[in-house]
């Protein structure tokens, strides 16, 4: 998820942010240090356009949270990705309740302004980066390929209180590269894929609820049952748009591409630093998304999505507001659909997969991590807010507070029945990290934020017909593999 529990859109950090940063880099700036900016509040209203369907600008207030700091005590800088009223209250509380535990540290922490992507490269890059951050899901990858990053190997050997048994599978291999650690989950974590429908328009369509489809096929089949459309061919009621939510996003250090797990099939060797997206799950899954688009119109898709957003985040979404049967999502979904759609009776189940893969229980546990960057005043007292962050008392804050799930089994076993009081249709997400047949990692590719654009360049291009599913295929396996042996001198081994 991102910021205020919206779609991401296109915000993946710039080639030109990258280029500055090794630069920089080079010339030895990255460990220049700078003296810390004195306690404030501060409340700016910033510009942020996010893409949906279509771009959308909006004003964003944000406020920086900061605590007047004891004389003594060492002042941590925390930088966190999420703003609007859950966000900075969950950031408030969590830094009150650090503060409190904590003699010697004081923890001052922000919502930066804009793309925090982008302003964390430039921190680092300019030797004045904040000491944690969390939630910087595009820079993450591409700085701990770098070195812009610092490895957390030897603090998690040495710490009693994050015990990465007891984190979901996957989710160190997602903040691992060659053979290093760079960041653990620590805020936003939980299950990123699974199949929500509205029990009323499966009814109303003849469709047993009872019986969810298991399959691409089986969804498209009640896609047609469920839409509807008007004299002059346009949608009034869409079965299922398989580029909205989760269906449309693309991979970062916090997910992977759902559809490649549901063909059960990997696009990335980190080792090799080589992909494999010219192969047949890729061109299968182009196909099965043109077949939703064809079945209404690609054009005539473009005006429904003109008139109802996509995710759930607003009573505007299509989901939410009832017109869309069907949504790809992950688990942060049912609460906000207590206040975007809490008229829409809905629930949830496993996300679908290939014909030869029917009955295969999939998931992808991602999260943000919590990660310190090269240059950092106070490494040693960041990983001790980075440790508080895993710890029961800071995951059931941020749970109170924002809706966002723990990295741990433990906690989330025993907040499950709380959880599923106050939020029914969680019970599905919450199960399934456990009930799981595969559990997919979210691969860390260095060139994320590339690999993402031309993923959704490719899906375009055969929507509208420019490109076959094959030649798009080629063509996507060919941008990214050059861009790769552009980047590559500049990885660390």
Same mark, same amino acid.
């Given at each position: 998820?991102?910021?205020?529990?919206?779609?991401?859109?296109?915000?993946?950090?710039?080639?030109?942010?990258?280029?500055?940063?090794?630069?920089?880099?080079?010339?030895?700036?990255?460990?220049?240090?700078?003296?810390?900016?004195?306690?404030?509040?501060?409340?700016?209203?910033?510009?942020?356009?996010?893409?949906?369907?279509?771009?959308?600008?909006?004003?964003?207030?944000?406020?920086?949270?900061?605590?007047?700091?004891?004389?003594?005590?060492?002042?941590?800088?925390?930088?966190?990705?999420?703003?609007?009223?859950?966000?900075?209250?969950?950031?408030?509380?969590?830094?009150?309740?650090?503060?409190?535990? %904590?003699?010697?540290?004081?923890?001052?922490?922000?919502?930066?302004?804009? !793309?925090?992507?982008?302003?964390?490269?430039?921190?680092?890059?300019?030797?004045?980066?904040?000491? /944690?951050?969390?939630?910087?899901?595009?820079?993450?990858?591409?700085? +701990?390929?770098?070195?812009?990053?610092?490895?957390?190997?030897?603090?998690?050997?040495?710490?009693? *209180?994050?015990?990465?048994? !007891?984190?979901?599978?996957?989710?160190?291999?997602?903040?691992?590269?060659?053979?290093?650690?760079?960041? *653990?989950?620590?805020?936003?974590?939980?299950p990123r894929q699974g199949l929500m429908y509205n029990v !009323?328009?499966?009814?109303?369509?003849?469709?047993?609820?009872?019986?969810?489809?298991?399959?691409?096929?089986?969804?498209?089949?009640?896609?047609?049952?469920?839409?509807?459309?008007?004299?002059?061919?346009?949608?009034?009621?869409?079965?299922?748009?398989?580029?909205?939510?989760?269906?449309?996003?693309?991979?970062?250090?916090?997910?992977?591409?759902?559809?490649?797990?549901?063909?059960?099939?990997?696009?990335?060797?980190?080792?090799?630093?080589?992909?494999?997206?010219?192969?047949?799950?890729?061109?299968?899954?182009?196909?099965?998304?043109?077949?939703?688009?064809? %079945?209404?119109?690609?054009?005539?898709?473009?005006?429904?999505?003109?008139?109802?957003?996509?995710?759930? +985040?607003?009573?505007?979404?299509?989901?939410?507001?009832?017109?869309?049967?069907?949504?790809?999502?992950?688990?942060?979904?049912?609460?906000?659909?207590?206040?975007?759609g809490p008229k829409v009776n809905f629930t949830a189940t496993?996300?679908?997969?290939?014909?030869?893969?029917?009955?295969?229980?999939?998931?992808?546990?991602?999260?943000?991590?919590?990660?310190?960057?090269?240059?950092?005043?106070?490494?040693?007292?960041?990983?001790?807010?980075?440790?508080?962050?895993?710890?029961?008392? +800071?995951?059931?804050?941020?749970? !109170?507070?924002?809706?966002? /799930?723990?990295?741990?089994?433990?906690?989330?076993?025993?907040?499950?029945?709380?959880?599923?009081?106050?939020?029914?249709?969680?019970?599905?997400? /919450?199960?399934?990290?456990?009930?799981?047949?595969?559990?997919?990692?979210?691969?860390?590719?260095?060139?994320?934020?590339?690999?993402?654009?031309?993923?959704?360049?490719? *899906?375009?291009?055969?929507?509208?017909?420019?490109?076959?599913?094959?030649?798009?295929?080629?063509? /996507?396996?060919?941008?990214?593999?050059?861009?790769?042996?552009?980047?590559?001198?500049?990885?660390?081994?």
């Open positions: 998820m991102s910021q205020g529990g919206n779609m991401r859109g296109d915000r993946s950090l710039s080639r030109r942010g990258f280029l500055r940063f090794c630069a920089m880099a080079a010339g030895g700036t990255l460990l220049a240090a700078c003296a810390p900016a004195q306690p404030q509040i501060v409340k700016e209203t910033v510009e942020v356009t996010v893409k949906e369907t279509v771009p959308v600008t909006v004003k964003e207030t944000v406020q920086v949270q900061v605590t007047t700091v004891p004389k003594g005590k060492v002042v941590v800088e925390w930088w966190w990705l999420w703003g609007g009223v859950n966000g900075t209250e969950g950031l408030k509380a969590m830094s009150e309740a650090f503060n409190a535990q %904590s003699d010697s540290i004081a923890v001052k922490s922000l919502v930066p302004a804009g !793309d925090i992507n982008e302003k964390y490269t430039t921190a680092i890059a300019g030797g004045n980066p904040p000491d /944690l951050a969390v939630g910087v899901w595009t820079a993450f990858s591409e700085l +701990a390929a770098r070195g812009g990053l610092m490895p957390l190997d030897e603090w998690l050997s040495a710490s009693t *209180v994050i015990q990465k048994d !007891d984190f979901f599978p996957g989710l160190f291999e997602a903040s691992t590269w060659m053979g290093k650690i760079y960041g *653990v989950q620590c805020a936003e974590c939980g !009323d328009l499966v009814k109303g369509a003849g469709l047993d609820p009872n019986k969810p489809p298991q399959t691409w096929e089986e969804v498209y089949d009640w896609h047609q049952s469920i839409t509807k459309l008007d004299k002059a061919g346009n949608v009034v009621v869409l079965g299922l748009d398989p580029l909205d939510a989760m269906g449309g996003r693309t991979p970062s250090a916090d997910t992977d591409i759902l559809w490649m797990d549901s063909f059960g099939a990997k696009w990335w060797d980190q080792p090799n630093l080589s992909f494999t997206f010219d192969q047949e799950a890729v061109i299968r899954t182009f196909t099965t998304i043109k077949k939703f688009y064809d %079945s209404v119109g690609v054009t005539k898709m473009e005006g429904y999505r003109s008139s109802y957003g996509t995710w759930t +985040a607003s009573p505007q979404a299509s989901f939410p507001a009832g017109v869309e049967g069907m949504i790809l999502d992950g688990y942060w979904s049912p609460p906000w659909m207590k206040t975007n496993w996300a679908p997969t290939s014909e030869e893969r029917k009955g295969k229980k999939y998931q992808n546990v991602g999260g943000h991590q919590g990660n310190i960057p090269k240059g950092a005043k106070h490494p040693e007292e960041a990983f001790k807010l980075l440790e508080f962050l895993t710890t029961d008392e +800071a995951a059931t804050i941020n749970w !109170d507070k924002t809706g966002f /799930l723990s990295a741990r089994k433990s906690w989330v076993q025993k907040n499950t029945d709380r959880i599923i009081k106050d939020v029914p249709q969680e019970e599905f997400f /919450l199960r399934s990290m456990f009930e799981a047949d595969e559990m997919w990692p979210s691969p860390l590719c260095p060139i994320v934020g590339f690999v993402g654009s031309e993923w959704n360049k490719a *899906v375009s291009n055969v929507n509208y017909g420019k490109r076959t599913p094959e030649e798009a295929a080629k063509d /996507l396996q060919a941008a990214v593999t050059a861009e790769m042996d552009k980047q590559r001198p500049g990885f660390i081994k």
